[in-house]
């Protein structure tokens, strides 16, 4: 079992920026792929960015460019770095663990999320 934490969410202005923070504990020997999903308001969640423990990034195109996501594995720790923020970035923000290396995993461990407002 893992489980993960995260923290960092808030409210920000459009344009501004926020750091996500996601700390696993618990099998952490197990991880390979963490990343971070997100739901907007009466939307369906959806996947944000992703890295494997060797490094491998995905961004989903409404972010690219804009988040940056990176891990360290000492820590076993993920992080997303969210810059230039618009309104339609607010979302509740999971992070999310996985054994494979894509979290797209029905296997899959969920953080109990963290909500991100940004205001116009």
């Known amino acids: 079992q893992v489980q993960l934490v995260e923290s960092g969410g808030g409210l920000v202005q459009a344009g501004g920026s926020l750091r996500l923070s996601c700390a696993a504990s618990g099998s952490i020997f197990s991880i390979d792929a963490m990343g971070w999903y997100r739901q907007p308001p009466g939307k369906q969640r959806e996947l944000t960015a992703s890295?494997?423990?060797?490094?491998?990034?995905y961004y989903s195109d409404s972010v690219k460019g804009r988040f940056i996501i990176s891990r360290d594995n000492a820590k076993n720790t993920v992080y997303l770095q969210m810059n230039n923020l618009k309104p339609e970035d607010t979302a509740v923000y999971y992070c999310?663990?996985?054994?494979?290396?894509?979290?797209?995993?029905?296997?899959?461990?969920w953080g109990q999320g963290t909500q991100v407002t940004v205001s116009s």
């Open positions: 999310v663990s996985s054994p494979q290396r894509s979290v797209v995993d029905a296997e899959a461990s």
């Open positions: 890295i494997t423990r060797g490094g491998t990034r």
